[in-house]
C-alpha cells in the first residue's frame, strides 16, 4: 500500500477501496466542552455577573428561629457585623443620638456594644475613624475632631468619655491614670460569687498562649500558692501588674448573678480575669476567659440554658453582658461639681436579667444629691 501523501488542506488517502482524489479532512475536538469558558469576560459581562450574585445572596433567607431570645441573639450577630460594614457617617449619627452629656469641654457618649475603639487587623471600622464626623455633626464643618480619653472592650457597652481639646483629654487621662474616677460596671455572672462583696487584689500578667494560633492572654500571677495544705509565697512575677477589683453581688440566684464591679486599678481585661479566675464566676458570655474557653464553647448548666431559652450549640453566640453603668468625674476646668454618668442596660442585657430571674436594684438616691446625673436611653 502506497504511504499517504500530505496535503493541503487535508490528507489524500489511496488504499483499495478508496478511489483516488477522495479527500478526508481531520476535525479536532476543543479541550472544553464549552469555548466560551477559555474566553475573558467582558468589563460589562463581568459587572452582571458580580451583580447576579450580589442580588442571590440578598434573597437568600436565613431561617428565623421561633424562640424570641434566639432571634435577639440572631439580631446581636447581625448588629454586630452591620457595624463593620456601615458608613462612618451612618454611626456618627447613631452615637450622637446617645450622647449622655456635652458641653464646653467634654462629651459622653453610650458605646454600642460589638464596635471597637480603635483599629487593627480585620477592624474596618471604628470610634476613633468617626471622631472627625461626630465633632462636625455637633459643631459645624470647622470643628476639631474629638479626642478619647479612655477606652472599652468591643463588646463591653456603656458610658465613654471624649474631651474637645486634647489637653482636656490629657487631662482627663490623667484622672483615670491615678484613680480618681469612680468607675462602676454590671455584670451576669455564671454561678454566684463567694462571699457576696470582697476585694480580689490579685496581679495580673500577660502569657502568650500556644495553640493553633499564638496569641497572648491575661491570667493571674497570685503572690501565694497551695503546698500540701498549706500557704507557701512564691517568687514575683516581674512582669505582673497590681490589680486591684472591688464586688458587690447585687441579685442573685442559684446558678447565676448581677454582680457590680468597681475596677480599683485600670489593667486589660482585669475585671473578666478576675471574675473567671479569681472568683470561679466568669461573665455570662465571655468565651476568651472561662473555664470551659479551652474546651468547647461556652458550657452552661441545663436550668441556666432553659431558662435564656437556648440550646449548648449556640451558647457560642451569647454576647459578653459586661456594661460600663457609672462614670463620676471629679471637678475639672470650669465645672466646680463633680459629673455623675450613668447609663441604661442595653436591651439584651435586661432581657437576659428577666429570663434568668435577676432583679434590677434601686438606684442610689444619696449619690444623685450630691453630684449632677445624667442617663442615656437603652440602646
Known sequence: MAAPRLGAPGLRLLSRNSRPGRLFIPRSKPFCSSATTSRPLSAQRLAEKLRAQKQEQKTKKIPVPTNPVQRRVQELVRFTQQLQRVHPNVLAKELSRGILH??????????????????????????????????????????????????????????????WEKDMAHQVQELFRTRQVEKKYWAITVRVPLPSAGVVDIPIVEKEVQGQQQHHKMTLAPGYRMDNGKMVKV?????????????????????????????????????????????DCPILGDHK????????????SAGTLKKLGLQQAKARYIPLHLHARQLVLPALGSRTEELLLACKLPRFFACSLHRLGLEIPNQ???????????EAPSV
Not at 364 to 374: C, F, G, L, P
Request: hydrophobic fraction near 40%; glycine fraction near 6%.
Open 364 to 374: 442610689d438616691q444619696s449619690r444623685d444629691k450630691e453630684a449632677k446625673r445624667v
Open 289 to 300: 476567659y472561662s473555664d470551659w474557653s479551652r474546651l468547647a464553647p461556652q458550657k452552661l
Open 235 to 279: 517568687r514575683a512575677n516581674r512582669n505582673a501588674h497590681v490589680a486591684v477589683t472591688q464586688y458587690q453581688v447585687l441579685s442573685s440566684t442559684p446558678s447565676s448573678a448581677l454582680v457590680e464591679l468597681q475596677p480599683i486599678t485600670g489593667i486589660k481585661h482585669q475585671l473578666r480575669v478576675h471574675l473567671s479566675f479569681g472568683l
Open 102 to 163: 456635652q458641653d464646653k469641654d467634654l462629651v459622653v457618649i453610650n458605646k454600642p456594644y460589638g464596635l471597637p475603639v480603635h483599629g487593627g487587623p480585620g477592624v474596618q471600622l471604628c470610634i476613633t475613624d468617626v471622631l472627625p464626623i461626630l465633632a462636625k455633626m455637633l459643631r459645624g464643618h470647622k470643628a476639631e475632631p474629638l479626642h478619647l480619653c479612655h477606652r472599652l472592650d468591643k463588646e463591653t457597652t456603656g458610658v465613654m468619655v471624649l474631651a
